[in-house]
């Protein structure tokens, strides 16, 4: 057995002490390159495109004029594969391996992944190859141009769409006539939300498409334009599966690297080293949680919060044990717990403490004229703005309002406006997009200065009316 | 022991070519946005300006991954000071959009545009891809024609300092491998083989570019940059596209004097304004040492156009004079922050003889269209 081996043997026999349960894993040895194509893609296996292209080189320089490194790469799946950088040193190594470790323990415990396919790899690889054999057929620069369109709104899809549509389906059929007489007398409170949907003067109410708003473009797109042909429908539905499983890595970057560098730290402090290997090691893990001024560490902000919890559950003070009925000596149960049923929004909505907010020194900043400047430092505002930032991964939420707008098969999309105004710039050049794969006019309606506006793009020029 | 959960390996991963490939696309994306993009980044103040670097940075914008986004300006973001921090520090500032200058680059929160390093080169080579010296002609003077000597043959017979060793060496283990016995060794007469070479002449048209510039004082800051743009790609076009291009460069106020290059791009003048100095600076040159039987001879003149009134009807007759002696002449008209309507433009609007181009430039971007409008050529060059 190499090193290595030995090493990992080690540390994955301490993991397993410690409770971590983690899917067996492919460790690869890879140059630089390799990494950084996988990092760039998000996976081994990926389909080609220029974006990916345009990441890889992003990485690579820095790489190259030693601004970055990336250690290590893990892919979800059952079992994980891991990929490591040759020529990183044996304790680099042994560090990295308990970090991937907590990752595999968190990719299979965590429930916001319980229903991400565990074989992406291979459905990723397969949907390279149609996607290369359509490049043949229909020439790539046609497919490049379809998939940047169809990039274009790929965060626009709906995780828990399963959930939602179920409840809401019941909840529809119950107030299609709205002067039936309310099951409870808060019942009219389910209307509030959708007045302008339903015009109900009778019992036959215009029907409207969708019936719901819809969240998913994705999907709505894929199944109701009239523009697309199969490969293209293909190309969209693999895009959206695609996010689909990467969406979960993103509520929970938070959570997941703050469990990784956890147990990393954790681990290390059972393995004996030397003294050089010490210094080593703290250079690298110093390296990993340092701090930005303008933005906020994952790796260090998660590691945090989860030292705090273990420490107010294991020992808790007189006051918590008396409100909160916390006996004590449950630190560990409680991470384990915590790593189980939360994302991010959650985890920092629930664990992230004052004196966690004013021992890292949170806060928030916003630009004021040329100046970036801290806006908040209070406790709980910095909290509630931290948790509002991550809200849908940090995308705008957007819905399909009308699938047949001015009854022309116009496409009528929703901004829900939550107090920040969208990138006009960008929107005018995204609806063009839109149109490519919907095929006739698209609206997209949000607020701007306060006032509700719509901006339309006919294919042939884009317009901006005040509503 | 428990049983193995994990496996280690190393494979060749030589043939993975997946984001090399990718990145070589998004290259020729790059390549594409900036040639769409040349008029703004041709007077970009990094590339004329630049210290000799190779290597320049240049904004394109059609780059950006769109998709729905928020305003990052108009949002909070979450930071982490150093324990120490307060409510109104100031943790960045942009830097301050001074005239017509692009945003710098680096950590700032909310960068959103592409940055692309290309090479001055590369750069030079996109934008010169059209451009040619106009009513180019084949002068006189056939003893500057190069003569150059090319090997482009190889034969069996020749002479012995002029053996192709590659190809004789070749030729003995080929013969030896037929012999079945391989191996370098034995070389027979057979085996020698000569390099023979042709002799080629390359006509090259002599031609000598006066690049004349403005330097009085009403040329402002704009102005001469905007002049000092021109010319910076002109010279770089020139030399890059033609051997035997000589340019002579002449400043004027009141009076034109003949400088240096470096003179040229660096040095500010004052005073008032005779652009006929330049104009009968240039035809004495031409006089002394080109002659247009010799020469294709082309006249650039870059000025705010604000000129001493009595001398404007002068300008024209020596245009006139310029004009039967060069292919062309160029007049370039920088329209500063005031605007005059009595102009050396307005005056030249009497010029009507074909070999006169004159435009007008107002901002940065209007520099590659003159370039562009000067070195067209005709469709037979091409």
Known sequence: MSCLEVAMEKISAKAREFGLDFYDIFFEICPADIIYTFGAYGMPTRFSHWTFGKAYHKMKTQYDYNLGRIYEMVINSDPCYAFLLEGNSLIQNKLIMAHVIAHCDFFKNNIYFKNTSTAMVESMAAAANRFREYEFKYGKAKVESFIDAAIAIQEHVEPRRMIRKNSKKDEASKHDCRHKKPETPYDDLWSLDDKDTFKCDTCDHPRKFPTEPEKDLMLFITQNSKELEDWQRDIMSVIRQEMLYFWPQMETKIMNEGWASYWHLRIMREIELDEAETIELAKMHSGIVQTSRTHLNPYTLGLKIFEDIEKRWENPTEEEKEKYGRPGGEGKQKIFEVRAMENDISFLRNYLTKELVDDLDLYLFKKMGYDWKISQKEWEKVRDGLVINLTNCSFPHIVVQDGDFNKKGELYLKHYFEGVELDVFYLEKTLPHVYTLWGKTVHLETRLDNKPVLFSYNGEKGSKKFL | ?382
């Open chain 2, 1 to 382: 022991m428990a049983k193995t959960n994990f496996v280690i390996s190393r494979e060749d991963w030589s043939l993975h070519r997946k984001g090399e490939i990718d990145r070589q696309r998004h290259q020729e994306k790059v390549r594409d946005a900036i040639k769409k993009n040349l008029a703004d980044i041709v007077s970009e103040e990094s590339i004329i300006m630049h210290d000799g670097r190779k290597v320049v940075k240049v904004p394109i914008r059609s780059l950006d991954e769109f998709h729905f986004r928020y305003d990052f300006g108009k949002q909070q973001h979450g930071g982490q000071g150093d324990g120490n921090s307060k409510q109104g520090d100031v943790i960045y500032s942009d830097p301050q959009h001074g005239q017509g200058k692009g945003k710098g680059a680096g950590e700032e929160p909310g960068v959103d545009y592409y940055e692309a390093d290309i090479t001055v080169d590369e750069l030079a080579e996109m934008i010169f891809e059209d451009l040619g010296l106009p009513n180019l002609e084949q002068k006189k003077k056939p003893e500057i024609a190069s003569e150059s000597v090319e090997f482009k043959d190889v034969r069996k017979k020749g002479i012995a300092s002029n053996i192709d060793r590659k190809r004789t060496i070749m030729e003995v283990i080929k013969r030896n491998a037929l012999q079945g016995n391989p191996g370098l060794h034995g070389i027979t007469p057979e085996d020698l083989r000569y390099k023979t070479w042709e002799t080629t002449y390359k006509f090259e048209s002599n031609a000598v570019v006066l690049a004349m510039m403005d330097t009085s004082g009403s040329m402002g800051p704009f102005e001469k940059y905007i002049a000092r743009s021109f010319f910076f790609w002109m010279v770089r076009f020139l030399r890059t596209k033609y051997n035997n291009v000589q340019i002579v460069f002449l400043a004027h106020h009141t009076e034109a004097k003949e400088t240096t290059e470096e003179e040229f791009f660096t040095k500010g003048a004052s005073g008032g304004t005779r652009c006929s100095s330049v104009y009968k600076l240039a035809l004495e040159i031409i006089e002394k040492r080109y002659s247009p039987q010799d020469y294709n001879i082309y006249g650039f003149h870059f000025s705010d156009g604000d000129n001493l009134s009595s001398d404007n009807e002068n300008c024209v007759k020596n245009i006139n004079a310029l004009l039967e002696v060069c292919n062309m002449v160029g007049y370039g008209e920088i329209e500063g922050p005031y605007y005059y309507t009595s102009t050396l433009r307005n005056t030249f609007k009497k010029i009507q003889n074909p070999k006169f181009t004159c435009v007008t430039i107002r901002d940065k971007s209007g520099v590659y269209p003159a370039l562009k409008k000067f070195f067209s050529q005709t469709q037979e060059q091409k």
